[in-house]
Every structure is written in structure tokens, then in C-alpha cells.
């Protein structure tokens, strides 16, 4: 049984203890009216009881249920590094569903950079996924020396006819009251050897995870 399946399972119970505490609360009443204290004590005591666990099955839900959007990931690419010889390199990039992609790409480092329109926490607990945009795929070298002096390469990876990230601020004005923070994002990593990373998007931006054989 996979996670969600017990969240899932939490979700009902709650749902379930709701109802029986509803239906228990009118019987109270009725029994309250009919002027029956005994049977309407019970009846109190025992919706207070089914009260308490539906809060807490809720509070455990609600709990969960922030937990996994605040560390939400969304997979974007897999990324395959093929080093040539010193400082040259194939990154081979494989969006979910789609061909792959080979950039020539000259540096110690491969690195992503994607624009961002970033929600306020509470606004990932209530469900908004960050919204993005991958930008660009460079070449990154570890010395300044050599990101002054040697060649750079870089290439554009979103269509030239995207709207550019000025725009969607003009798109999503009315959402300000939800909106943390627009901003660029960038990670990089070594291509020293031949390596395979998953390129995710987060909470927080880009990253780039080495995959384990």
C-alpha cells in the first residue's frame, strides 16, 4: 500500500467520525427534547468522543497533507552527461514524454537556469504549484579565470514565442495576494565523470539530484 493510500484512509475515517458525530449531536437533541437526561447524556458524551477523533483525524490530514506540498517536487528531466575529454561535454536531456535532447556544451559543470513564480507557503498547503519556465542549459566553469578567458556555450530551451516572466507577473496580478516571490533559478553540477541526474523543480527552485544505479 503506497502513502497516498493511507492518507487516502485518514481523509475517510475523518469524513466517517463527521458524520456519525453529526447524526450523534441530533440525537442528542431529540432525546434532550423528549426530556429524556439519562439517554441524552450518553448520547452527548458519545459525540463529543466521535468530535474529538474526527478533529484529530483532521488535524492529521491537514498535517500530511502540508507536509508533502511544502516538500512537493516536480520532476522535469532526466539528464544524462557524457564527458568527452577535459572541459567538454554531452548533456543529453530527456523531458517526461518527449525526444531526447544533445547539447555540446564546454565547461566542468552542467547548469540549468528556469524562471519562477513562487506561491506563499500557505498557498502550496491549499494546493498552487509553483509555476515555471526552463530558460537555459550552459556550460558552468569552476574557475572565474576560465569562465572569463574560454569558450561558453549555452542554449535556449523555452520557445522563442513564450511569454517572457514580465508577462506573467501582467497574467497573474490578480493572484498578488498569494504570490511570494518571481525570481530566477539556477543549479549546477560536475560532469567529471558520466553521471545521470533528475532535474526537479521544488518548492524553493531548481535541482539537480544524482541518480544511484
Known sequence: MQFNDYLNIVFIMGIFFILISVVSFYRFF????????????????????????????????????GYQALTNEIFI????IIQKNEQNFI????????????????????????????????ANIVGLNNIYRMDRIRGRYLSIDDEKNKPTTVYKLSDEKSIDIAQWRDNYQSLSFVLDVEHGSASYAP??????????????????????D
Open 30 to 65: 431529540f432525546l434532550l427534547k423528549k426530556i429524556k437526561p439519562i439517554k441524552s447524556a450518553k448520547k452527548l458524551i458519545k459525540a463529543l468522543i466521535y468530535t474529538i477523533l474526527a478533529s484529530l483525524l483532521s488535524l492529521l490530514f491537514i498535517s500530511i497533507q
Open 91 to 122: 548533456a543529453i536531456v530527456q523531458y517526461e514524454n518527449s525526444d531526447e535532447h544533445f547539447y555540446h556544451l564546454a565547461g566542468d559543470e552542467v547548469m540549468f537556469e528556469a524562471n519562477i513564480i513562487k506561491w506563499k507557503p500557505w
Open 191 to 212: 560532469v567529471d565523470k558520466k553521471s545521470i541526474y533528475s532535474l526537479v523543480m521544488t518548492t524553493n527552485g531548481l535541482l539537480l539530484r544524482e541518480l544511484v
Open 77 to 80: 528531466a532526466k539528464v544524462s
